[in-house]
C-alpha cells in the first residue's frame, strides 16, 4: 500500500482521502489553512447531472459581456491586462463553441451519474447522515428566451438519457404549494439531488480521521523537492514530508501549488456569495435555480441558502455587497413570498469555485512527474462531481483501469 499526500482538503482532496484510505493506503491531508473555511461548505449543495454543459458554451461570451456593465449582475470580469487572465480568456473563447459542448455532454454526464451513486452509497454507511434528497432542481424561468434554452437543454438531457422535464406554471404551483410563484415555467430536473454540504464536510473529516487518516490544517505547501521526474518530498508549514504519491486538490490556489511543481494548471478563481434565512415553515421544498438571474435557492436543514454571482480573476476578501444585495433581490421577481434581507457583511460567506477555461475538471497523473496526480478545475460542479473524482483518483493511484474514461478530464489536455 502506497503513502499519499492530499494537498487541499476541499470536497476533492476529502472524498480522494476516503477512497484512498477505504482502499487501504496510508493518507496525510495537508491544508493551508482551516478546512472549515473553504469552498466545499458555503456552496448550494446541489448535486447536477443536469449540468452536462461546461461554462464554455456558444453565448457566453456575449452574455458575460452584457453583464460587465450591470453593478449587480451575476457575472463579472475585471478587465485587466493580467496575463494569466488573458490566457485564460483566450482559452475559454477558443471552447466557447457546440462542438465543444457535445463532446463534453457525455462525460459530464457520465462523472456527474457515478458521483450521484456515489453519494447514494455513502449515505448508506451509518452515521453519515449529509441531508441528501432526491427532490430534483426546479429552474424557473420568466422569459420566453430562457424558455427556449430551458426546453433546448432538457430536449439535450433526455437524449442523454437524463429524467428531465419542462413544466407548466400550474404545475411548478403543485409542486412547490407552499410558495407563491411568478414564473413562465421550469424545468424540472428530476435527475438532480441536494445535500447539505456544511454537514457533509465535517462528517467526512470526522470519518477519515476516525480511520487514521492524518489531517494538518494550518500546512499550506511551500516548496517541493523533486528529482528524476519524481517528487521527493515536499515542505509545509515549515515542516518535511514525504510520500509515494501526491495529489494537487488545492481549488482555486492549484495555479499556484502547480508552479511550485514546475506545472501550470490553467484555472481562473469564480467568486460567489452564499447566505442563509430561516425557514421555519419549511415553504421551499424543491431547490431552485432562477434561471435570467442565475442565483441558486436550496432548502437546508430549516433555512434557505441563497446563492450566486461569479466574479473572475483574484483570490481577494473583499465582499461586493452590490453583488450579494442582486441576488436578494432577484428571490422576489420569482417568489413573491420570499424576501430574503440583505445579510450582513459578517453573514455572507463566499468562496472561490476553481474555473478551467474549457469548464472540464482536470483529473489525472501529471506527464512531468510520475508519482503525482492533479483532481482539481471543478468549477460550478466540484460538490457534484467530488466523490466521482476521489473514486478516479484511487484508482489512477493504484494504476487500476478506471471505472469510467477519464481521457477528456486529462490535465495535459
Ligand atoms: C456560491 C457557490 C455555489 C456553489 N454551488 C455549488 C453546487 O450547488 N453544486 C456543486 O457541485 N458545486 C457548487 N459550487 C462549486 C463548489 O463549491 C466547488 O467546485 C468546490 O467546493 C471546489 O472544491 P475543491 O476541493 O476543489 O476546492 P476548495 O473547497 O476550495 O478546497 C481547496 C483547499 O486547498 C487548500 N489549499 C490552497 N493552497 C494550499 C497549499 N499551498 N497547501 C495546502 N492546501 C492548500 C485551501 O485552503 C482549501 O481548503 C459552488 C460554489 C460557489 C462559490
Redesign the pocket.
Given at each position: 500500500m502506497a503513502k499519499v499526500i492530499i494537498?487541499?482538503?476541499?470536497?476533492?482532496?476529502?472524498?480522494s482521502s476516503y477512497y484512498l484510505r477505504r482502499a487501504g493506503h496510508e493518507v496525510t491531508v495537508?491544508?493551508?489553512?482551516?478546512?472549515e473555511?473553504?469552498?466545499?461548505?458555503?456552496?448550494?449543495?446541489?448535486?447536477?447531472p443536469s449540468?452536462f454543459v461546461p461554462l464554455a458554451a456558444p453565448g457566453m461570451v456575449q452574455q458575460g459581456i452584457r453583464w460587465m456593465f450591470n453593478r449587480k449582475s451575476p457575472f463579472y470580469v475585471k478587465p485587466s491586462l493580467n496575463f494569466r487572465l488573458i490566457s485564460w480568456g483566450l482559452k475559454f473563447l477558443a471552447h466557447a463553441n457546440s462542438r465543444h459542448v457535445e463532446q463534453s455532454a457525455v462525460p459530464l454526464r457520465d462523472l456527474s451519474l457515478l458521483s450521484k451513486r456515489l453519494y447514494d452509497e455513502l449515505a448508506m454507511e451509518p452515521g453519515f447522515d449529509f441531508g441528501l434528497k432526491h427532490r430534483g432542481i426546479l429552474a424557473f424561468y420568466k422569459t420566453e428566451q430562457a424558455a427556449e434554452e430551458e426546453a433546448h437543454l432538457v430536449a439535450n438531457g433526455r437524449a442523454l438519457g437524463l429524467d428531465m422535464e419542462i413544466l407548466s406554471a400550474a404545475r411548478c404551483r403543485a409542486l412547490q404549494p407552499g410558495l407563491e410563484l411568478d414564473v413562465l415555467g421550469a424545468a424540472h430536473y428530476r435527475c438532480d439531488a441536494?445535500i447539505s454540504?456544511n454537514r457533509l464536510m465535517a462528517l467526512l473529516q470526522e470519518n477519515l480521521v476516525a480511520n487514521d487518516v492524518v489531517v494538518v490544517e494550518e500546512?499550506?505547501?511551500?516548496e517541493v523537492i523533486s528529482s528524476g521526474g519524481r517528487i521527493r518530498k515536499i515542505i509545509?508549514g515549515g515542516r518535511e514530508f514525504e510520500a509515494d504519491e501526491y495529489v494537487i486538490?488545492?481549488?482555486?490556489?492549484?495555479p499556484?501549488?502547480g508552479r511550485?511543481f514546475g506545472l501550470n494548471i490553467p484555472l481562473m478563481p469564480?467568486?460567489?456569495?452564499?447566505f442563509m434565512e430561516k425557514d421555519a415553515k419549511r415553504r421551499l421544498q424543491i431547490?431552485a435555480l432562477l434561471c435570467e438571474a442565475r442565483v441558486?435557492v436550496?432548502p437546508m436543514d430549516g433555512s434557505i441558502r441563497y446563492?450566486?454571482?461569479?466574479e473572475l480573476g483574484k483570490l481577494n476578501r473583499q465582499v461586493n455587497l452590490n453583488r450579494v444585495r442582486g441576488i436578494a433581490e432577484a428571490v422576489p421577481k420569482y417568489f413573491p413570498g420570499l424576501r430574503p434581507l440583505m445579510p450582513a457583511e459578517k453573514d455572507i460567506?463566499?468562496?472561490?469555485?476553481?474555473a478551467s477555461p474549457d469548464g472540464l475538471p482536470y483529473i489525472g497523473r501529471s506527464a512531468r512527474l510520475s508519482n503525482l496526480v492533479i483532481?482539481?478545475?471543478?468549477?460550478?460542479?466540484?460538490?457534484?462531481?467530488?466523490p466521482a473524482t476521489g473514486k478516479l483518483v484511487s484508482e489512477v493511484i493504484a494504476g487500476e483501469i478506471t471505472g469510467m474514461d477519464i481521457g477528456a478530464f486529462s490535465p495535459e489536455r
Open positions: 494537498i487541499g482538503g476541499g470536497i476533492i482532496g476529502l472524498s495537508l491544508d493551508k489553512g482551516k478546512i473555511g473553504n469552498c466545499s461548505y458555503g456552496n448550494a449543495g446541489m448535486i447536477v449540468h441536494h454540504p500546512h499550506g505547501v511551500s509545509a486538490a488545492a481549488g482555486s490556489w492549484s499556484e501549488v511550485m469564480g467568486k460567489g456569495y452564499s431547490p441558486a436550496t446563492g450566486g454571482t461569479m460567506w463566499y468562496g472561490f469555485r476553481p483532481a482539481t478545475g471543478h468549477g460550478m460542479m466540484g460538490l457534484s462531481l467530488g
